[in-house]
Each structure stands twice: as structure tokens, then as C-alpha cells.
């Protein structure tokens, strides 16, 4: 089951999401996202995931585009933080990458010596 709750203010529009992203509650949460979200709104909105207990490859890939679309995501749990920075992994540039890899690289080869 998932619950979503939608408070707006002058500043932002913040989209509390309550149980599990899976299935078909995705589409739920696709479909309220493109009712609601306008790209002409300047306030910021903020997805609130403290209360998301599982997030399947489909909610995973959701909260990519609306990422990507200028959401914030926030958790407070550890498998939701684990789960974000998996996908802030995965969209990251591939320039930005490299750089993030080289830098590790020399970090470790400093150390050994």
C-alpha cells in the first residue's frame, strides 16, 4: 500500500510518501506526480520518503525522472538514503565519474606509499 500526501505553501509543494514503491502504487504516484507537478511553479518540491519502506526497479527509476525534473528527495532511513545514492550513482555524468574515479585512484595510490 503506499499513501501520498501533498501539503503546499507559498514556498513549496512537499509530497509525503507513505509504505512501499512497488507495482502498481508507481503508476499511482507517476500519474498524481503528472496531475499536480507544473514545470512553470517556482516552488521547489520536495519528495519526503521517511516513511517508504521498499522501492522497486520502477519507483527506483520514478524518482530518477522527478529527480531529474527538479524534485528533492529526502529519507531519514538507511535503505532509503542507500537507496538515492544508488541513483544519485547512476545518473551522475559520466565525466563527473571518471573525475570522482581518478581522484579515488590517486587518494589510494598516496596511501600505499
Known amino acids: ?20 514503491l512497488v507495482g502498481a502504487w508507481v503508476n ?7 496531475r499536480a507537478h507544473r514545470s512553470q511553479d517556482e516552488r521547489a518540491c ?21 529527480s531529474e525534473k527538479g524534485a528533492q528527495l529526502m529519507a531519514g532511513g538507511l535503505y532509503v538514503k542507500h537507496v538515492l545514492e544508488q541513483l544519485k550513482k547512476s545518473w551522475m555524468p559520466s565525466a563527473e565519474r571518471v573525475r570522482q574515479g581518478s581522484s579515488a585512484d590517486r587518494t589510494a595510490r598516496t596511501e600505499e606509499q
Open 28 to 34: 499511482e504516484l507517476r500519474t498524481t506526480w503528472k
Open 1 to 20: 500500500m503506499l499513501k501520498i500526501t501533498i501539503i503546499e505553501t507559498a514556498t513549496d509543494r512537499r509530497w509525503i510518501v507513505e509504505g512501499r
Open 46 to 66: 520536495i519528495i519526503d520518503l521517511n516513511d517508504v519502506t521498499f522501492i522497486d526497479k520502477s519507483g527506483e527509476r520514478l524518482l530518477r525522472a522527478m
